[in-house]
């Protein structure tokens, strides 16, 4: 295996210098079966400018090979080793400081099959989380150096799958076909936080706890330590997009560690419908739409002495009241509330359209040639902020 020191992207425009097995990150997949006596080779690149050594979990024996693999740039070193466990394990650099090597993405996973073999399954997939430190900012832009101390303090700017943000979605999303099973060989480098690994919209029908024999079924989430790992087994059974996250979920929305499973197939409406229905829900019944009164509402003292006024007093309210139905600009939202600019329905009548500002309005009006139905309820306003607001409306 090979030891490169190379820049890549950490997300768009973020530059970062990271530090592999085999050139990416996670490192490379190493495969084996209990019971292989194993020759390990560990290069390190003549253009690196550190010593790197690897410690292998799944290594009986001191530092798990990092003792006898420590190696300067252009050299290369050879150590053996015996699997006596099955599992999956993680192995990371164990060069000082062990978590700057770790953090610059220095880990990947190495599975010892049991006797006879993992059962065959349909796919298999090889996922590593990581959590990355930076100088800047998350998004900040240009070449990031490592932070000691945010490392120190386990506040990561970054926590991604497979070594940047986006390596699993859009285009590079790990695919299936309905009916199949799919295996996750799932690990956490770390440095410092532990994942909650969970896949939006599916059951873990297997999971082999921490990388081991003992085998949990019907799971949500599993927890997967810094440097730990688990396998995950399931039947994709509908299509659609899937999402991989760690659960401590602004690490999956605001850092990165977001993944997708896309799966095609046919669907299976007694699995999952999709939406059947959506309608207006009036938990304290329609009535309410209906009462005309301004109850309450206390009239300006100081009500709009002349046009211009009329218009900047609507504009406010407006802005308070009605644009978040109907935007800035009175153009609606398609399917959902109806446009008040260039609208036929507000224009062929205005004392109906006080009426709705004073008294709401529900069920079904076409505007435009578009049918709407939904609710808009009673607006709170005085009878000279009704006119202001539709003064400004007509007008503008
Ligand atoms: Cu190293």
């Not at 081991?212 to 440097?227: C, K, S, Y």
Request: hydrophobic share 35%.
């Amino acid at each position: 295996m090979e030891i490169l020191e190379k820049e890549g992207e950490l997300t768009d425009g973020v530059r970062y210098v990271f530090w592999t097995f085999g050139g990416t990150v996670p490192g490379s997949f190493i495969r084996t079966r209990v019971g292989d006596e194993i020759e390990f080779h560990l290069q390190n690149h003549p253009d690196n400018k550190l010593p790197h050594n690897i410690d292998l979990h799944a290594v009986t024996g001191p530092g798990g090979g990092a003792e006898s693999s420590f190696v300067a740039p252009g050299h290369e070193k050879v150590f053996s080793f015996k699997t006596l466990n099955p599992g999956l394990y993680v192995y990371h650099c164990a060069t000082a400081p062990v978590g700057m090597h770790i953090a610059n993405g220095m880990y990947g996973l190495i599975l010892v099959e049991p006797d006879g073999g993992l059962p065959l399954v349909d796919r298999e997939y090889y996922i590593m989380q990581g959590d990355f430190y930076t100088k800047g900012a998350n998004g900040e832009r240009g070449l990031q150096p490592f932070d000691m101390q945010k490392a120190v303090d386990e506040k990561a700017d970054y926590v991604v799958f497979n070594g940047n943000v986006g390596a699993l979605t859009g285009d590079n999303a790990i695919t299936a076909k309905v009916g199949e099973t799919v295996r996750l060989f799932v690990g956490n480098g770390g440095p410092g936080l532990v994942s909650s690994f969970h896949v939006i919209g599916e059951i873990f029908d297997k999971v082999h706890v921490e990388g081991g024999d003992l085998i949990n079924e019907n799971v949500q989430t599993t927890m997967i330590p810094a440097g730990g790992a688990a396998i995950v087994e399931f039947h994709v059974n509908v299509p659609g997009t899937f999402i991989l996250v760690d659960h401590s979920i602004f690490r999956a929305f605001n850092k990165g560690a977001l993944g997708m499973l896309k799966v095609e197939g046919e669907e299976n409406e007694n699995i999952y419908t999709g939406e059947q229905y959506d309608g207006i829900y009036l938990p304290e019944g329609p009535g309410i739409q209906e009462m005309p009164t301004t109850d309450g509402v206390v009239e300006s003292e100081i009500p709009a002495q002349n046009f211009e006024e009329q218009m900047k007093f609507g504009k406010q309210i407006y802005m308070q009241t009605c644009f978040a139905c109907h935007q800035a600009e009175g153009q609606g939202i398609p399917n959902a509330f109806p446009p008040l600019a260039k609208s036929d329905y507000l224009n062929a009548d205005v004392n109906r359209a006080i009426g709705i500002v004073l008294n709401g309005k529900t069920g079904e009006i076409t505007v435009n040639g578009q049918k709407y139905n939904n609710v808009m309820t009673r607006q709170m306003l005085s009878s000279e902020e009704s006119a202001n607001v539709l003064t400004y409306v007509y007008n503008s």
